[in-house]
Nanobody
Framework: QVQLMESGGGLVQAGGSLRLSCAAS????????MNWYRQAPGKQRMLVAS???????NYADSVKGRFTISRDNAKNTVYLEMNSLKPEDTAVYYC????????WGQGTQVTVSS
């Protein structure tokens, strides 16, 4: 059973930074990709950033240049570094590991105050 545990969310002022972590119960190399999604109140969950096993990254246009996805293979952990945060970044952020199906973490709340 794959388990993902996000951490690092919190309350930050606009312009600030946060780093989210997603710790996997197994090797992240067993997945085709590791992804970060977010869901704001009343909105659909959207893909924020992704990284394939080969290291190819992809970002939503709204976060390009501000967010960076990275990984520590030895720790089976994926990170999302978020800089220059805006109030519209406020959401619950979810980690998702993709193989033959997607495995989701429980989410971590990020709140950006103006």
């Amino acid at each position: 059973q794959v388990q993902l545990m996000e951490s690092g969310g919190g309350l930050v002022q606009a312009g600030g930074s946060l780093r989210l972590s997603c710790a996997a119960s197994g090797s992240i190399f067993s997945f085709n990709a590791m992804n970060w999604y977010r869901q704001a109140p009343g909105k659909q969950r959207m893909l924020v950033a992704s990284m394939t096993t080969g290291g190819i990254t992809n970002y939503a246009d709204s976060v390009k240049g501000r967010f960076t996805i990275s990984r520590d293979n030895a720790k089976n952990t994926v990170y999302l570094e978020m800089n220059s945060l805006k109030p519209e970044d406020t959401a619950v952020y979810y980690c998702m590991a993709l193989s033959t199906r997607g495995y989701w973490g429980q989410g971590t709340q990020v709140t950006v105050s103006s």
